[in-house]
């Protein structure tokens, strides 16, 4: 928008912080750079063998594993992770995405990657909710890495919600949810799968079992935005 039109814009409808509800200056997004340092980051990608890589050791064939910002209930953190899945600001996944795209790609995370693909939702959870957040994730990362996004997976059977749920439980409810529908896309491909919080792991674990059955070839970089500890 040219300047002027955006501070007409700015002067009735100011932007603000979505975390502190600060007034934002003309080079900020979303978030202020005050909250945007001081959002709490895991510093996984900097270990070798890190907690999330732990997780998924032995299990499923991975490059590099990694939650960027630690998730906490209650947090302001988990407040906008809440916005950007349940209140329609979807843009917040966008912002989060290119904040983690930008600080891992510096740190040569994505060395090897090819191209991007989110967690895929069911048609029918899309449908209600409008978007799908990870989908906004990804968005951002590709902004932040030149990297392209695209799209193999599908979700062809929805699932209960999995909060309560043990990892068990939770692998249980997720068998036969995914399915790769364009393998041809990912082989031999370095390929970051993104997902938006991390718990158990159960999601990047079902996902990224059903690619290495579909795509044995392909190089998986599981990412996810946040992660709990
Ligand atoms: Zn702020």
Known sequence: MPSLLSDIADF??????????????????????????????SLYHLMPMNPMERRFAGLVPFVRATGHFI??????????????????????????????????????????????????????????????????????????TGLPIIKPLEAIRRHKTQTAMTLQQRLDNLAGSFHVKDPDSLHGKGVVLVDDVCTTGSTLRSLAEEIANAVPDCRLYLLSLCVTV
Request: charged share 25%; proline share 4%.
């Open 12 to 41: 009735f409808m100011p932007r603000t912080c979505h975390l502190c509800g600060c007034t934002l200056r003309e080079t900020e997004r979303i978030f202020c750079v005050r909250c945007i340092e001081t959002l709490p980051r």
């Open 71 to 144: 998730y906490s209930r209650n947090s302001e953190l988990a407040a906008a992770i809440h916005d950007m899945k349940y209140r329609q600001f979807p843009s917040v996944g966008k912002r989060l995405g290119e904040i983690v795209g930008e600080e891992l790609n510096m740190a040569g995370f994505f060395d090897g990657a090819d191209c991007i693909v989110a967690v895929p939702m069911h048609w029918w959870k899309k449908a209600k909710r409008g978007y799908n957040q990870a989908d906004y994730i990804a968005d951002g990362l590709g902004m932040a």
